[in-house]
């Protein structure tokens, strides 16, 4: 099978010839692997480890392509963004947010950093899209966001806030928030067609140790628009990925009910996400995506606990299928090529 072959197929529940695999990476692991496989390619480089990609799509913004590692000092929502390092990394960072000052739905009439749906543009995506074919590919674009984008524009303590104290400001920047999205979507989709296999959404609910807002508010404030979107998506013959870290147990049936296809990225280490009593409650209606440790084993664990976690991993998770398997978000700079390449082949051996 091929790797686009083996995602699909393991999206649809049909038997693979092996248990796909796919890598999240920050560009300094990128680096690494590069140079220990010797290949500066990075498509090139998936196909030679062997690795399942799933490859991301962004459309532009003002200008042909979109780098969500760079974005200039400002992303497309008028937030304010500065690069910070942090050891062996380098992370893009938020400033204060744009809306952080408002306190009338009035006001957001005078934002001017409102993003333009017609000023995205397509044709870089689709030139990527068609490379990662090429190599035969899946693929995974745009992403989208409700709340995280909310707290890039209101700050994160607003944000939270206005959850309690300021339900009607929260609804009339979320109708905004929506409605630009949802008109990219629809042209995204429309001009990428069959070249598009899963949107991405991405609303984090969780921390490392709780929820971030409760059960209630979500279903007021973000299932309805949840639903919508994944009625859009499903419309155009995609499947739903959603991406929320930290200890989301709670949402899971919701997030069900609202229509995804995929969660990611099971962050295990939290509260309420260990991996066995999940597949067994949720395993028949929802694919899991990540699940592999990046806090302490891949980045600090030796190759045979890295071993050891994707075992433990493809006899949970992967029990049955419906499972592909790949680090619980980016892994991290100053992980060793080694533990990177002890998790693929885990995988691929089973």
């Known amino acids: 099978m091929t790797p686009r072959e083996r995602i699909l197929a393991t999206l649809q529940r049909q038997s693979v010839d092996q248990t796909p695999v796919d890598l999240w990476l920050t560009p300094e692991v990128l680096a690494g692997l590069k140079s220990h496989a010797v290949e500066q390619d990075e498509l090139a480089l998936y196909s030679k480890l062997g690795v399942d990609k799933i490859v991301w799509i962004f459309p532009g913004y003002g200008s042909d392509a979109f780098d969500p590692n760079e974005s200039a000092g400002m992303d497309p929502w008028g937030v304010p963004t500065h690069t910070v390092k942090a050891g062996l990394a380098s992370y893009q960072e938020y400033g204060t947010g744009p809306l952080a000052d408002y306190v009338d739905p009035g006001e957001l009439d005078r934002y001017e950093l409102w993003p333009d749906p017609d000023k995205f ?149 939290c509260p309420g996400m260990d991996r066995a009593p999940l597949k067994r409650d949720f395993g028949d209606r929802v694919i899991f995506h990540g699940g592999v440790e990046n806090q302490n084993i891949l980045p600090f664990g030796s190759a045979d606990d890295v071993r050891q976690e994707v075992k433990t991993c493809l006899e949970t998770l992967g029990k049955g299928g419906g499972y592909i398997p790949c680090s619980c978000h980016n892994i991290q700079a100053g992980t060793p090529p080694e533990n990177v390449i002890a998790m693929i082949e885990a995988v691929q051996k089973g």
């Open 121 to 269: 543009s397509y044709d870089a995506a689709k030139r990527a899209a068609e490379r990662a074919r090429s190599f035969n590919f899946a693929t995974m674009g745009p992403w989208v966001s409700h709340f995280e984008i909310y707290c890039h524009m209101r700050g994160m303590e607003n944000a939270l806030m206005d959850v309690v104290a300021e339900p009607e400001f929260l609804e009339a920047t979320l109708d905004r928030i929506d409605a630009i999205q949802t008109k990219m979507m629809h042209r995204f989709l429309g001009e990428l067609g069959d070249l598009i296999d899963i949107v991405f959404i991405s609303d984090d609910m969780g921390t490392q140790e709780s929820q971030l807002i409760s059960i209630d508010a979500w279903k007021r404030f973000f299932e309805p628009r949840l639903k919508n979107w994944t009625s859009l998506i499903h419309s155009y013959g995609k499947k739903v990925l959603f991406h929320t870290d930290g200890a989301i147990r709670d949402f899971v049936p919701h997030l069900i009910d609202a229509g995804i296809d995929i969660l990611n990225p099971i962050q295990h280490v």
